[in-house]
């Protein structure tokens, strides 16, 4: 399936590629790079992304998010209640709202607009169903009617409103393959959509993959998707895979047994603390006795909330990194606390616990004499005749009198910045909020903290994160509001950030690049791991309960659903469920374990999946899990002592006295001992009068990577001269780092950069156009790009940073086209991958050359080129000088590159110049800011004048070849022979020292290098 969409992309053709998960989309994505070196002329993407891909150039109204949807719902709900009849009683309860947007939600799915609901609706003969499908009707009409009227959308009529605009969609023009990779079901606006493109193109063709084919999967799927691929003529490919865990998946739930001895263990645990710590004692075996990559063993939980927290802290305490990111609800961070009691002080001035709150926050009022003011407020409360009492106080001789008066002033300075009205409009509540958060200097006072080390920079961070979210939050509502103009009470406006508040979470820490996967089942689709461990394999669960709450129950929607509206039928849902735990069970190839827990977290029994059980039964190990021992909290501490991974585990044991203390002491002794002996060797090796082993001199045997088929990047060959030892950890030892990949990283700011510019002469030249300036279509192409990224406006940083950005790209843009106009030249390539063994004889070199510019003369090229590395920074020190000395290589290198690709075009090619050109300083002086190799003889042909240091023509080929040999060659040759040694002089000292991703681990110590043998 990879080979096809590659011959399509040759051809120069588009590529959609659809995937149901984050799983499959971050797979497919690996694959396609590994065959491309990139991702061009493809998109790996979800149903929604094509819908917003498709109406992008059509779409006349505004996108609302889930909460605007809610708020307008519930207005056109007070609006319209004396038509709801069968809800009347409950119609106005926020639970009431959420049900019956959800509903509204599933029947959009099923693509049907109001009315044709109510037909539907009308065949069904039961009284109950038509009576509320009624409410139903009546609400989701005057909903659709009040979208329409404030000409807007919602999430959920994105997908109609692209199958109603495909005809004269920009996106699908040069569109060939759309790829359906690893769905067993789609939603009927989903099918709609792909049904609408087929009949408006008949040029594009589909190719879709089902994952896994077993019995009960065929029966489930004939009627979904295989359904849809036969109405869309799709060329179905089938995975054939084969192992015994495939066939153990193969024979469930169909009543047949398995008489194979699998690498499967059943364990059980009386709590999720007990059971995770399991797990991570199994992952640590198995890193331990088994090589396998930390990615290729996968946790699957299908209740991540209430696991989430455990896993992060007892994988920590392991030192297994998970592939999972850290969050914290706003609503448990002190500080947002704070401001919500300070706001709510407003129905009660002398609220005792919330003024001490409030009074003793270090970034609301942050009073010096804490325990005084917790004595004053002691003293002074009286409930509703506080106020009285503290006025005689402070008017008799009482010694707390100076204490009580500060205590007023602060009470009184409350009362007056929380003067508003009892009801107005929401932006005006939340611009007393904001205003009192920006008089309270709540984000200085975060800062001030931190420098002056009262707290940690991670609760700094945890704090300004939480607060701009909170601003966030506020604005995010703001804006819904505002579409209703509504007035509402400041009992409301608490209780509206209340209920939203709880949605909310704070990023502490980001996933890493690389760990054990955490997944839900729904996101295996088809992908393979090593180890597989499911955890929560309980009744309710694993399975989840289904049709349990809702507008309708359980037994009305299977009424629906047996007259072809889903709603989330149990029986629908149950067995996609089963197929979940299937490709759960298919996934593993080496071995699985399955845990299940005996007790709730309240200590109530909880029953065993079914699912379990029928593992259980096909393999016909009935009587071995029968005398499978029941943990109970006690045997959480009661470990073997060659199980102890922690210094807790291991404190816990010895305090709670299970072994005896002389084998203990014994057993401890030996451990120490290794340390010892261990960190005495790499004494011996660190001072060393030779460079060894622990500087990076492992020698050929260990270099044998860098063979004739490895591939060596122009950007690390570039960067090995300044740090070999880091080029050893990443390339070598293959140590991963975690980089920030979101706005306001430096990598991820390059990369926007690289990507719009591709973007923007990549239409110009494949449509053959003149260059010219676009202000909107520049920022259409950064919107595009950022949403592909993920990155959303959800706080004023984000906006911020993105406008800055934009700033950049177009005045810097403005004035490289200018300078393209003024001397005659035009981009030829963009963002060229190349793999090539021409440049050193028997070594690969890899890389991307950023762009090239030809001379056009009269409408014809005449071969001269420039060759461009776009940096965002300075570029002064890559001018020729600093080239010869070897401080950059890439764009001698890529010169090899274009003048092979050029001659292969029937040019002659002769270079006018090889570039550094730096966006950032080009865009802020208002002129073409590069530094290089420039030739003399062609200097004028890009305008350089002046002092520039140039090369004659003559001594152009002379000097690359000196480059070469010297720089590139000699580095590649020290690579071979395993010669990675710290440098003299660390290149991330000064003020650059805290860049460097490896500083934790780096061996770099100059007075011990300075010893060594080779200075």
């Given amino acids: 399936m990879f080979k096809k969409c590659i011959e399509v992309i040759k051809k120069g053709k588009k590529v959609v590629y659809l995937a149901p998960s984050r799983e499959v989309i971050s797979f497919a994505r690996e694959k396609i790079m590994e065959n491309l070196g990139g991702l061009f002329y493809i998109d790996v993407i979800t149903f929604d992304d094509l819908a917003r891909n498709i109406v992008m150039d059509k779409l006349d109204r505004e996108l609302i998010s889930t909460k605007a ?73 005057k909903y659709q009617e009040k979208l329409n009227r404030l000409k807007l959308y919602d999430m959920d009529d994105l997908l109609r409103f692209a199958s109603d605009n495909v005809k004269d969609s920009q996106y699908l023009k040069d569109v060939e393959l759309i790829v359906l990779d690893g769905y067993l079901d789609i939603f009927k606006n989903e099918e709609a959509l792909l049904k609408s493109i087929k009949n408006c193109y008949n040029n594009i063709n589909f190719i879709g993959n089902i994952p896994l084919r077993t019995d009960f999967i065929d029966l489930f799927i004939e009627k979904e ?256 509001y505002k579409l209703l103009r509504n007035s509402i009470s400041f009992e409301e406006f608490i209780e509206i950030i209340n209920e939203n508040i709880n949605e909310v979470s704070v990023t502490l820490k980001n996933k890493p690049s690389y760990g054990i996967k955490v997944l839900s089942p729904d996101l295996i689709r088809g992908i393979s791991y090593d180890y597989v461990l499911i955890l929560g394999l309980n009744e309710g669960i694993f399975p989840r309960n289904f049709g349990t709450s809702g507008i309708y129950t359980s037994r009305e929607k299977e009424i629906f659903y047996k007259n072809g509206i889903n709603l989330g039928a149990r029986s629908f849902e149950y067995d996609k469920e089963k197929i979940r735990f299937i490709m759960s069970i298919a996934s593993c190839e080496k071995g699985i374990f399955l845990s299940y827990r005996t007790s709730n977290e309240d200590g109530s029994y909880i029953i065993k999946s079914a699912f379990l059980d029928e593992v259980i039964f096909t393999l016909g190990i009935e009587e071995k899990v029968k005398k499978l021992y029941q943990r109970c909290m006690r045997d959480r501490f009661n470990l073997k002592i060659e199980n102890i991974y922690t210094k807790k585990e291991l404190i816990n044991s010895y305090s709670l006295g299970f072994y005896d203390d002389a084998k203990f002491l014994q057993k401890l002794d030996e451990l120490t001992l290794s340390y010892i002996q261990k960190g005495k060797e790499m004494e011996f090796l660190r001072w060393s009068e030779k460079f060894t082993n ?22 690390t060959i570039n960067y090995f001269l300044n740090c070999p030892f880091k080029f050893f950890l990443e390339n070598l ?36 156009y003149e260059i010219e300036y676009d202000e909107l279509f520049i920022e259409d192409i950064v919107e595009k790009i950022m949403r592909k990224k993920g990155i959303l406006e959800t706080n004023i940083l984000i906006k911020r940073r993105k406008a800055e950005i934009l700033n950049v790209i177009k005045s810097f843009l403005k004035k490289d086209i200018e300078f393209l106009n003024k001397f005659n030249l035009r981009p030829i390539l963009v963002e060229h991958t190349f793999v090539s063994e021409k440049i050193i004889e028997g070594v690969k070199i890899k890389g991307r050359i950023d762009r090239v510019d030809m001379e056009i003369l009269d409408g014809k090229p005449t071969g001269y080129f420039v060759v461009y590395d776009y940096k965002k920074g300075d570029v002064k020190d890559k001018n020729l000088i600093g080239i010869l000395k070897g401080n950059d290589i890439q764009i001698s290198t890529y010169f090899y590159v274009v003048q092979n690709i050029l001659r292969e075009k029937g040019f002659d090619p002769k270079a006018i110049a090889l570039l550094y050109y730096s966006i950032k300083n080009t865009a802020k002086e ?47 040759e020290r690579i071979k022979k395993g010669d990675f040694t710290l440098p003299l002089n660390c290149p991330k000292k000064g003020f650059n020292k805290f860049s460097c991703s490896f500083s934790d681990i780096c061996r770099y110590e100059l007075d011990r290098i300075l010893k060594k043998a080779r200075w």
């Fill in 694 to 715: 622990y500087d990076g001199l492992v020698g050929e045997n260990k270099a044998q990577v860098f063979n004739c088929e490895y591939a060596f990047s122009v950007s």
């Fill in 926 to 972: 208002g002129k073409p800011k590069y530094s290089g190799i420039i030739i003399e003889d062609t200097k004028n042909k890009i305008g350089v004048k002046g002092k520039t240091v140039t090369l004659s023509c003559d001594n152009f080929d002379t000097v690359l070849e000196y480059i070469k040999k010297s720089h590139i060659e000699s580095r590649i």
């Fill in 225 to 480: 998707i295989l359904r849809v691929y036969k109405d869309l003529k799709v060329e179905i490919y089938e995975e054939n895979k084969t192992g015994d865990f495939k066939l153990l998946a193969k024979k469930l739930f169909t009543f047949e047994r398995l008489e194979k001895d699998l690498n499967l263990k059943i364990i059980n645990a009386p709590c999720i603390e007990d059971e995770v710590r399991q797990a991570a004692r199994i992952i640590k075996d198995i890193i331990m006795n088994d090589e396998t990559e930390l990615d290729k063993i996968a946790l699957i939980v299908n209740d991540l909330e209430s696991y989430q927290s455990y896993i992060l802290d007892i994988f920590n305490e392991y030192e297994i990194p998970v592939m999972l990111a850290d969050f914290e609800n706003l609503k448990n961070i002190p500080l947002i606390r704070s401001i919500l009691n300070l706001i709510t002080l407003r129905f009660d001035l002398f609220d005792k616990n919330k003024l001490e709150d409030v009074l003793l926050s270090p970034y609301l009022f942050d009073l010096d004499d804490k325990e005084k003011l917790r004595e004053v407020l002691n003293l002074t409360y009286k409930g509703e005749k506080t106020r009285e009492y503290i006025e005689k106080l402070i008017n008799s001789d009482f010694e707390l009198k100076e204490n009580i008066k500060k205590l007023k002033e602060w009470i009184d300075f409350i009362d007056s910045i929380l003067k508003v009205k009892d009801n107005d409009l929401f932006e005006n509540f939340k611009g007393m909020v904001v205003g009192i958060i920006d008089k309270l200097k709540v984000k200085q006072k975060i800062m001030k903290a931190y420098k002056e080390g009262l707290i940690p920079i991670d609760i700094a961070l945890r704090d300004m994160k939480a607060l701009l979210a909170f601003l966030d939050l506020l604005e995010e509502l703001n804006n819904s």
């Fill in 733 to 768: 030892i293959e140590v991963g780092y975690d980089e920030e990949d979101d706005i306001f990283s430096h990598l991820s700011e390059g990369n926007l950069y690289h990507e719009v510019l591709k973007e923007y002469y990549k239409y110009f030249i494949d449509r053959g």
């Fill in 69 to 141: 949807s809610l708020i307008i719902l519930q207005q056109v709900i007070k609006e319209n209640l004396n038509d709801i009849s069968y809800f009347n009683m409950v119609a106005l309860k926020k639970g009431f709202v959420i049900s019956l947007y959800n509903t509204i939600r599933r029947i959009k799915k099923e693509n049907l607009s109001p009315n044709e609901f109510l037909d539907k609706v009308n065949s069904i003969e039961d009284s109950r169903i038509k009576l509320k499908s009624l409410d139903v009707y009546r609400i989701y009409e």
